[in-house]
């Protein structure tokens, strides 16, 4: 079982919001990613970090910002929540020098 | 254009035969193939990671292949069970910058 978490698990809220999605991991990888997944679709990477201070942006342009203060938080966040913006998000971490991804349990986001 | 290809259509087979999912892939020339298992509302859990030199592994009931040739990997899962129905996911690390690219998955469903 991967040691990492992300809360919350569901999340509904209204066209506008700012909110944060939360992602640790107890593992000491410095390697994490951020994923977003539509129902039947492929995972599509939008965000990675390398270590403390390094973001870059993944693959799939995305209008969420990403911090990586402490090695074991990446948090995602989205200033202003759009329909648009409704998906499953799944956070990962990766020990350098693997090639193993462990993820979370994702967050079902839902904007209305 | 650079893809991973997956059947879409779910595999549906009888509890004790053997499943067999296929991943192709082309203009990649990955160093490794990984396969990953999705269950619903859930993030994907590794399973195996084949490499360009590996032709086979296996875990348990589990095997993979790797054809770089064909640009192709089979994964059987033999006394195939209930339990084992799920999505199946195949990742590729493209450019060696630790950042995978998945398939759409494809879902077994194993009856009975």
């Known amino acids: 079982e991967a040691d990492i978490y992300q809360t919350p698990r569901y999340l509904v809220i209204g066209t506008g919001k700012k909110i944060t999605l939360e992602c640790s991991q107890t593992?000491?990888?410095?390697?994490m990613y951020w994923y977003q997944q539509d129902p039947g679709m492929e995972l599509h990477l939008i965000h990675y970090s390398y270590g403390v201070n390094s973001t870059e942006k993944g693959d799939l342009s995305s209008e969420s910002t990403v911090s990586r203060i402490r090695t074991e938080h990446f948090p995602l966040t989205l200033e202003s929540a759009r329909p648009s913006h409704t998906s499953q998000y799944l956070c990962a971490s990766r020990r350098e020098g693997t090639d193993t991804q462990y993820f979370g349990p994702g967050t079902r986001l839902t904007v209305l | 254009s650079q893809k991973i290809e997956q059947n879409s259509e779910a595999l549906n087979i009888q509890e004790g035969k053997t499943a067999t999912l296929t991943c192709n892939y082309t203009n990649y020339s990955p160093a490794y193939l990984q396969w990953y298992r999705q269950d619903p509302g859930r993030g994907p859990v590794f399973l195996l990671l084949i490499r360009e030199n590996e032709k086979e592994k296996r875990k348990e009931r589990l095997k993979v292949t790797f054809d770089t040739t064909l640009k192709q990997s089979l994964f059987h899962i033999t006394a195939s069970q209930p339990a084992d129905s799920a999505t199946y996911l195949c990742?590729?690390?493209?450019?060696?910058?630790?950042?995978?690219?998945f398939g759409t998955g494809t879902r077994l469903l194993v009856s009975p």
């Open positions: 990742a590729l690390d493209p450019r060696g910058f630790q950042k995978l690219v």
């Open positions: 593992m000491g990888h410095d390697k």
